[in-house]
């Protein structure tokens, strides 16, 4: 019997060999977010002694990332391509690394051989009868990873979903770990009073047979709760959650108006529960996608209608949005926020949405509408880039105004205990009174 079963047991080790094929000096790119290997991660991490120099590349990292912790520098460098919860203290110590990138040109850093990855560690399904695997939940940049590294490690784990739209072939993987695992997990956010106003005015831009591109968090999650009225809306996003299950439960969202993959729920990678993990599983209807097709801004633009919602850290009076800074501190990063930013500007009747509380800290005491962007912040999507900004206050519709009309509209949507200075800026930079 020489059929994929036979590729199959013959590529079998144990964890500990698997992992000992990699080297001192490797590049390894690891599954994104929820899709991480967590038994090749824990074991790269117990080989520690053995290795030096080891850069980890990935994204949002919602494991433990126990390679970031003190002391472990002397063995694994990581390199955040966006910087997580687990991830944040190693960059912001230095000792971790932060490299800029759109999402969507990620695929090429590794093609190119800008950052030539080594290994790939990947949590794939179970194979399918042609002895195919799906990347289910992760496919963004892990695909194009696989594909381009020289070695392939794969934990096999029969509660990775099998989805559509990706996949790799046994005889692709060089090492497989059999070990079934839960999945990690992304509860439902906490949605309060300022999320649900700000959703209010997000739902009030859609309309029946639009298409949307959602971030992660509260906001998204209050804008899907004002959507349950709505006819045919679409998916084509980088990522999805729970919330856009039960919108499809209901019958709202059936991706019938969609210009391109019809019927189809596009995406690249997941975050969710268990809920959602079923729903995509062997589902014809949802694409997981690499992040080179989902968010390439010239893919989006060919999206009808198709309303992109992002948030951000700060947006200064002229529109610029820091999306992934506070101060020098490098927080999260650009993600796909300027793919979809710019796709949506393209779309015959896109709209590009950032959407943020017009406050944050412990005691709400700092306005994230701001005359300048904090020092050492960078600018993620540009002020040329910008359209719609909303707060709990209300829309401001950027693009075609003048930089007075901006900073007006920005001022009369940032939180009424700020406007006061902020006026004040308005008037000795435009050299006329707010109220005219
Ligand atoms: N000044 C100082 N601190 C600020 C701040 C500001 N202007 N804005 C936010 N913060 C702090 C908050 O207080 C909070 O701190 P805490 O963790 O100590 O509580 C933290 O930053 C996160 O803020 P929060 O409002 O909870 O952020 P969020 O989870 O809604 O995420 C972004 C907001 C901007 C960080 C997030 O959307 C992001 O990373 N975007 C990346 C770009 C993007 O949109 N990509 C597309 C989707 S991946």
Sequence with gaps: MNDWRTTYADKIVS?????????????????????????????LVKQAPRLENVEIVHMVAMSTAPYCQPGMEKHFRHNALFVGGSTRKAVEEGRADYTPCFFHEIPSLFRDGLLPIDVAFIQVSEPDENGNCSLGIS????????????????????????????????????????????????QPPHIGDTERKIGEYVASLIKDGDTLQLGIGAIPDAVLSFLGEKKDLGIH?????????????????????????????????LMGTKKLYDFVDHNPDVL????????????????????????????????QVNAEMIGYRQFSGVGGQVDFVRG???????????AMPSTTGKTKKISKIVSLLDEGSAVTTSRNDVDYVITEFGIA?????????????????????????????FERRFHCKYAQ
């Excluded at 919330?243 to 108006?257: C, P």
């Excluded at 105004?401 to 509209?409: D, G, S, V």
């Design 15 to 43: 964890v500990e060999e698997a992992v000992s094929h990699v080297k001192s000096g490797d590049r390894i790119a690891f599954s994104h977010a929820c899709g991480e290997g967590q038994a090749l991660t824990a074991e």
């Design 139 to 186: 496919v963004d940049y892990t695909q194009p990873a696989a594909e381009t590294a020289k070695l392939r490690i794969a934990q096999v784990n029969k509660n990775m979903p099998y989805t559509y739209g990706n996949g790799i072939n046994l005889k692709d993987i060089d090492y497989i770990v059999e070990k079934d695992e839960p999945l990690i997990e992304l």
């Design 237 to 269: 996003s980088e990522m999805f959650s729970d919330g856009v299950v039960d919108l499809a439960n209901k019958g709202v969202i059936t991706n019938a108006k969609k210009t391109i993959d019809q019927g189809k729920f596009v995406a690249n990678f």
């Design 288 to 319: 997981i996608e690499p992040a080179d097709y989902t968010n390439d801004p010239f893919v989006v633009a060919q999206v009808d209608n198709i309303i992109c919602i992002n948030s951000a850290m700060q947006v200064d009076l002229m529109g």
């Design 344 to 354: 949506a500007s393209r779309s015959k009747g896109g709209k590009a949405i950032i």
């Design 397 to 425: 519709a950027l693009k075609g105004k003048t930089l007075r009309q901006r900073a007006k509209a920005l001022i009369a949507i940032a939180h009424p205990d700020f406007r006061a200075p902020l006026i004040e800026e």
